[in-house]
């Protein structure tokens, strides 16, 4: 018989998913995870590795709270969670993150033309 990898992180994040009605997909991304590596989890087939379990401590403390329509985005390698628009356009108004939103743009028309 398998092995079942349960802890109380997994039950949290699964409690969290199930009530919020999160999707794994989105859950991954603020993670920096393939949503198959949080169905694993959840399913208990792989324990959470050290390297991610302060990255879904984060999720379960900042993610999608009340209810919150929290938009994730995935910018390079790295998701950027902002709970409103506004969050999100401060984020790139920043003069330092101001190069990777013209490097984002360009990639976009460069993918467009294709």
Request: proline share 2%.
């Amino acid at each position: 018989m398998a092995e079942v990898f349960k802890d109380d992180l997994v039950n949290k994040l699964n409690k969290v998913i199930q009530d919020r009605r999160i999707t794994h997909k989105d859950a991954a991304a603020f993670i920096g995870v393939s949503s198959a590596a949080v169905s694993r989890w959840l399913n208990g087939k792989n324990s959470i590795a050290n390297r991610y379990r302060q990255k879904v401590n984060e999720f379960l403390e900042t993610g999608f709270k009340n209810g919150d329509k929290t938009i994730v985005i995935k910018v390079s390698n790295f998701p950027i969670k902002a709970s409103c628009i506004q969050e999100f356009v401060d984020y790139f108004s920043l003069p330092e993150n101001k190069a990777e939103l013209l490097r984002l743009y360009a990639k976009t028309l460069d993918n467009t033309k294709r």
